[in-house]
T-cell receptor, first 117, second 115 residues
């Protein structure tokens, strides 16, 4: 079974600084996809970035980038130039292919990020 | 705005009752997923439908059922509700069956409180 580990329950960062949120994963599948989602206090789950296991380059989306180290099975999210609005819970997730052609996301426990002035 | 619409946003109901949560996927998306988020169990996959057919099943209780209609909207039915069913229920959708680079987008969730 696939497993996602986020070891940082909470993180603080100062506004305008960069922050790295850690995510390690465990899978025996050669093909997989990794996602990061942001969940503000209002509750919605916002897609941030995707990394495929065969992607040659690390994914980037605006201020978000993914530090993908396949051999170490890590997919850390880097947020540059932090803003107050980045304060939220961040989840790392892996797509898990299921029998019958379906799939699901396996989520980590999340990291609560607080951006301070 | 992800384009995935869920109703109702908030729901308070009594134990033993039955509720229906509704989801409209993003325009053109064929897959719909249901997830439950609770404090003690985190985010749990419940079920996936693809183009009207059940494609994958997760930790969904027998008291819960779902379906996807021909217009691709989906409903999650929760019956004989217990206090422990109080949670945030997410619907998500993706373009295809969810392989490869198919991104999964979530709705804003339906907050269910069972009293």
């Amino acid at each position: 079974a696939q497993k996602i580990t986020q070891t940082q329950p909470g993180m603080f960062v100062q506004e305008k600084e960069a922050v790295t949120l850690d995510c390690t994963y465990d899978t025996s599948d050669p093909s997989y996809g990794l996602f990061w989602y942001k969940q503000p206090s209002s509750g919605e789950m916002i897609f941030l970035i995707y990394q495929g296991s065969y992607d040659q380059q690390n994914a980037t989306e605006g201020r978000y980038s993914l530090n993908f180290q396949k051999a170490r099975k890590s997919a850390n999210l880097v947020i540059s130039a932090s803003q107050l609005g980045d304060s939220a819970m961040y989840f790392c997730a892996m797509r898990d292919a299921l029998t019958g052609g379906g799939n699901k996301l396996t989520f980590g426990t999340g990291t609560q990020l607080k951006v301070e002035l | 705005d992800s384009g995935v619409t869920q109703t109702p946003k908030h729901l308070i109901t009594a134990t033993g009752q039955r509720v229906t949560l509704r989801c409209s996927p993003r325009s053109g998306d064929l897959s719909v997923y249901w997830y439950q988020q609770s404090l003690d169990q985190g985010l749990q996959f419940l079920i996936q439908y693809y183009n009207g057919e059940e494609r994958a099943k997760g930790n969904i209780l027998e008291r819960f059922s779902a379906q996807q209609f021909p217009d691709l909207h989906s409903e999650l039915n929760l019956s004989s509700l217990e206090l422990g069913d109080s949670a945030l229920y997410f619907c998500a959708s993706s373009d295809q069956a969810g392989q490869g680079r198919d991104t999964i987008y979530f709705g804003e969730g339906s907050w269910l409180t069972v009293v």
